[in-house]
C-alpha cells in the first residue's frame, strides 16, 4: 500500500556548493509523462529534517496536482555536510536556491513556475531566499517563526538570556574551529533546561508524531549566534515574489507575521485562522485549510 496515495515518490539528491543533499520528490500521480508544470519546494522548521512537516506538506501539495520537493539541508537527516545538526540559517538560504536550480533541471517542471512554502522557521529561509533569487516566483508561508531584534529577546530572556546563549555559542564555535569537536544539546526536551526548545513540545517528543527515527533531536550549541541575529523581517521590503502568509494568534510569534507583513510591498496576504503552532504540522484538519490555502495561493501566482 502506498502510504501517499495518489503519489509517486522519488528520492533524489542534488549538489549545493559542493555538498550532495537527499531529498523526495512527490509527483501527482496523474501527470502526463513529458508535462512541464509548476513545482514547490517546502522548507520544515529549524532543527528538522524531510521526514517530518516538509515530507508531509510536499506529499500533501502532490496530492492537489503540483510537484514538490522536500529536502534534508547540510547536516541534517541523511544530506551530507558538517558540522552536523548545525543550524545555520545562510547555509540554509543557499540550500534552498540550490534546491530551485535543482528543480529547473527536472522535466516534470516548468522551470519559470517554481515555488516556495515554509513551515515555521523554515519561513524565513524561504523568504529570504526569495528576495535574492528571482527564479523563487511565489511564497507560501505557514505559522511563521519570524522575529526581529526586539522580539528575539522577548523570546529567550531579554538581554540576559540572549548574551548568556551568544556567549555559549561563541565559546562553542571556537571549539570546533580549534578541536574540532561540536558540543551539542537536545533540540527538544521536557526535562533538560539547555534544551533549544526546552518544555512540553509533544510533536517532538512523542514518536507518532515528530520524533522520528530520521531525527537526531539534537542542536549545535554553535548555531546560537547565528540563529539569535537572524532578522528575516528586515527583508521583507525586498521581497518581489507574491506572498501568502497563513498563522493564527495562538501560534508562534504572531506579531512577527504582523510585522513582515506589514513590511511587504509585494502582492501580499496575510490570513488568520485557529491552532496552536504544533497544529500546524501534523493535525487535521489544520493541515488540510494550510494546503487548501496554500494550492490555491500557487494556483493563482504560479
Known amino acids: 500500500m502506498n502510504p501517499n496515495g495518489d503519489v509517486r515518490v522519488e528520492g533524489v539528491a542534488l549538489p549545493s556548493e559542493g555538498v550532495e543533499l537527499r531529498g523526495d520528490l512527490y509527483l501527482p500521480a496523474a501527470q502526463s509523462a513529458g508535462e512541464a508544470s509548476p513545482a514547490v519546494l517546502v522548507a520544515g522548521s529549524w532543527l528538522t529534517v524531510k521526514e517530518q512537516m516538509a515530507g508531509r506538506y510536499a506529499a500533501g501539495l502532490a496530492r492537489r496536482g503540483l510537484t514538490a520537493l522536500a529536502f534534508d539541508f547540510r547536516g541534517y537527516g541523511t544530506s551530507k555536510g558538517d558540522p552536523r545538526d548545525f543550524e545555520s540559517p545562510e547555509r540554509k538560504i543557499a540550500d534552498i536556491s540550490s534546491a530551485v536550480e535543482y528543480l529547473k533541471t527536472r522535466p516534470e517542471v516548468d522551470a519559470a513556475r517554481i515555488g516556495a512554502l515554509g513551515i515555521c522557521a523554515g519561513a524565513g529561509y524561504v523568504a529570504v531566499a526569495g528576495s535574492r533569487d528571482p527564479e523563487i516566483r511565489s511564497v507560501a508561508m505557514v505559522a511563521p517563526w519570524l522575529h526581529d531584534r526586539t522580539l528575539v529577546q522577548d523570546i529567550y530572556g531579554g538581554p540576559d538570556g540572549i548574551r548568556e546563549r551568544m556567549t555559549l555559542g561563541e565559546a562553542a564555535r571556537a571549539k570546533y574551529e580549534t578541536a574540532g569537536e561540536v558540543d551539542y544539546i537536545p533540540a527538544a526536551s521536557d526535562t533538560d533546561e539547555r534544551a533549544a526548545m526546552y518544555g512540553p513540545f509533544d510533536y517532538y517528543l512523542n514518536a507518532d508524531r515528530g520524533a522520528v527515527p530520521q531525527w537526531g533531536n539534537r542542536f549545535a550549541v554553535m548555531s546560537w549566534p547565528q540563529w539569535l541575529t537572524f532578522d528575516p523581517i528586515a527583508i521583507a521590503p525586498r521581497c518581489t515574489a507574491p506572498t501568502f502568509m497563513l498563522h493564527s494568534p495562538d501560534a508562534a510569534v504572531p506579531d512577527g507575521a504582523r510585522r513582515f507583513h506589514e ?28 494546503l487548501d490555502s496554500a494550492r490555491a495561493h500557487f494556483e493563482r501566482t504560479l
Request: net charge negative.
Open 263 to 290: 513590511a511587504l510591498t509585494a502582492p501580499k496576504e496575510l490570513q488568520w485562522t485557529t491552532g496552536t503552532q504544533f497544529d500546524f504540522y501534523d493535525q487535521e484538519p489544520t493541515v488540510a485549510r494550510a
